[in-house]
C-alpha cells in the first residue's frame, strides 16, 4: 500500500503557486517539496525574443543580483537584443546620410539659378 504524504503548507488547493513533488528522505519517509514558480526571460521590446545573457528569474529576484547580470554590456542592452540595436543604428545612420544629400541636392540646385 502507497505511503500517505501530508501536505507542508497550510494552502491545501492544487494551484500554480502551489505545485509539489514527492521526495524520499535519507529516512525512507516520504514528503513534499513545495516548487517554486520558473521564471520567464525578460523579452526584447522590438521583436520579442528572450533576451541572451539575461537569466530568467522570477521578478523579486532581479532585485538580489547584480547589475552586471541583469544586463549587457551594449547600448540598450537589458531591454532590446543586438539585431534590433544593428538595426536602429543602421536605420539612424541612413536617414542622417539622406538629410546630407537632400541638402546636398538643394544647395546645387541653388547654385545652378
Known amino acids: 500500500m ?6 507542508r503548507k497550510r494552502q491545501p488547493y492544487n494551484t500554480k503557486s502551489n505545485r509539489r513533488r514527492q521526495v524520499k528522505t535519507p529516512g525512507g519517509k516520504l514528503v513534499y517539496h513545495h516548487l517554486k514558480k520558473p521564471g520567464t526571460a525578460p523579452k526584447c521590446g522590438d521583436c520579442g525574443v528572450a533576451l541572451p545573457g539575461v537569466p530568467a528569474l522570477r521578478p523579486r529576484q532581479y532585485a538580489t543580483i547584480s547589475k552586471r547580470r541583469k544586463t549587457v554590456n ?5 531591454s532590446r ?5 544593428k538595426s536602429r543604428v543602421v536605420r539612424a ?3 542622417e546620410e539622406a538629410k546630407i544629400v537632400k541638402k546636398v541636392i538643394k544647395s546645387q540646385s541653388q547654385t545652378k539659378k
Open 81 to 85: 537584443c543586438g539585431d534590433c540595436v
Open 2 to 7: 502507497a505511503q500517505r504524504v501530508t501536505l
Open 74 to 78: 551594449r547600448a540598450y542592452g537589458g
Open 93 to 95: 545612420f541612413l536617414i
